[in-house]
Structures are given as structure tokens and as C-alpha cells.
């Protein structure tokens, strides 16, 4: 069964500390991976897409990075700010029925003061 | 350019009643999605659409139908709600260009059961 499994399930850190989040998937055949980011009340919201060939991709103070070998992905966030608060949800596309994303549970961040 | 947009953003229904969710979106995709969200999971995929007139199943279409008369439109219809359809819907489209896609999510329907 494809499952996108993320950790923590939550995290609160001091704003300005750097953070990281974990993201392990069994999606197979693997097409790609994106990492959203989820205001409270809001739709999800793209951060960055990876595909089998990277290794690590940055926006802005968000890097993400790749291994397809082990199936792990981590987001990492630099200089956090309060506006970071938000749920963070890794989507795998792939699978035997070719283009459904699987999601993971999210990471829940709260950035304090 | 309002993107995706649902309706209605909060609503409270009794057991067996029935309802309907509206999702709109003007960027002329394709591609149109419904999802569910419950605490601690991930977005479950309930139907789907890959074009005007056409719909599908998805990983949980039990309890739900849908319609896409309209290609901007996709419809999602409760029939009979039960208190295990509490939920926060999310409607999503998409273009579709080879392995490069993007997803646009509504900003989500909360929908409670009692």
C-alpha cells in the first residue's frame, strides 16, 4: 500500500531557530515529490516539487531534499518566522495507478515569539 | 483571478439530511479533485474528474457522488449525511504536463454532522 508516514506530528521551536521535518514514503513506482504548506483554514500551498534526479531544492528559506534510494525527504527551515506557523504536508505522486498523489498526516509548527 | 473557490465555507447538517459543495475554479484545468481532511491523516481522495462529463472514484467515494456538467465546476453531493462525514473538504484542480504539475487547493469547506 503507497503511504507518505511524516514526523514530527508536531513541533514548536523559538521564531529565529532553524528547523527540520521528516517525510518517508512507499510510493512505488515514485514520480515526484512536493512539499505544501497549510495555513490554518486554508487550502494547501506548494513549496517545492522534486523529482527523481534532485537531491536538493531551495525556496527562499525553505530547502527540501531527496533521497530516492532510501525514500526519505526532509524539509528544512532556516530562520524561522511566525508567519512559518503552519502545517507542512509531504505529497507523493506515483503508484501502480500512475498519477494519484498520496499525502502524508502533515507536520503541525508553531513558531513562538 | 480567484482560482479555486468553494462553497459554502461552514455548514452543520443533521443525519440524513443531504447537501451539496460547490467547487469552481477559472483557470480552465482540466483536472478537478475533491479530498477530505481529518486530524492526524492526509488528504484522502474522495472522486475525481479528468474532464467535462467525466468523474471517478477515489480512495474514499462511499457515502458521496459528483457531477462535472461544466468544466469549471465539480459538484460534490452528500445524499444522506452520517456523523462520520464531519470532515474539512478541500476541491483542488490541476493542469496536467507530463511529470510537472500543479495542484491549486480551494480554501476548504467545514462541514459538521450531528
Known amino acids: 500500500k503507497n503511504q507518505v508516514e511524516q514526523s514530527p506530528q508536531s513541533l514548536i521551536i523559538l521564531e529565529g531557530k532553524n528547523c527540520t521535518l521528516q517525510c518517508n514514503y512507499t510510493v512505488s513506482p515514485f514520480s515526484n515529490l512536493r512539499w505544501y504548506k497549510q495555513d490554518t483554514g486554508r487550502g494547501p500551498v506548494s513549496l517545492t516539487i522534486?523529482?527523481?534526479?534532485?537531491n536538493t531544492k531551495s525556496n527562499g528559506r525553505y530547502t527540501a531534499t531527496l533521497d530516492a534510494d532510501t525514500k526519505q525527504s526532509s524539509l528544512h527551515i532556516t530562520a524561522s518566522q511566525l508567519s512559518d506557523s503552519a502545517s507542512y504536508i509531504c505529497v507523493v505522486r506515483g503508484g501502480n495507478a500512475g498519477n494519484m498523489l498520496t499525502f502524508g498526516g502533515g507536520t503541525r509548527l508553531m513558531v513562538k515569539p | 483571478n480567484a482560482g479555486v473557490t468553494q462553497t459554502p465555507k461552514f455548514r452543520v447538517l443533521k443525519t440524513g439530511q443531504s447537501m451539496t459543495l460547490l467547487c469552481a475554479q477559472d483557470?480552465?484545468?482540466?483536472?478537478m479533485y475533491w479530498y477530505r481532511q481529518d486530524p492526524g491523516m492526509g488528504l484522502r481522495l474522495i472522486h475525481y474528474s479528468v474532464g467535462e462529463g467525466t468523474t471517478a472514484k477515489g480512495e474514499v467515494p462511499d457515502g458521496y457522488n459528483v457531477s462535472r456538467l461544466k468544466k469549471q465546476n465539480f459538484l460534490l453531493g452528500l445524499e444522506s449525511a452520517a456523523p462520520s462525514q464531519t470532515s474539512v473538504y478541500f476541491c483542488?484542480?490541476?493542469?496536467?504536463?507530463?511529470?510537472?504539475?500543479?495542484?491549486?487547493f480551494g480554501s476548504g469547506t467545514r462541514l459538521t454532522v450531528v
Open positions: 483542488a484542480s490541476s493542469f496536467w504536463q507530463g511529470r510537472n504539475y500543479g495542484y491549486t
Open positions: 522534486m523529482t527523481f534526479s534532485e
Open positions: 483557470m480552465n484545468h482540466e483536472y
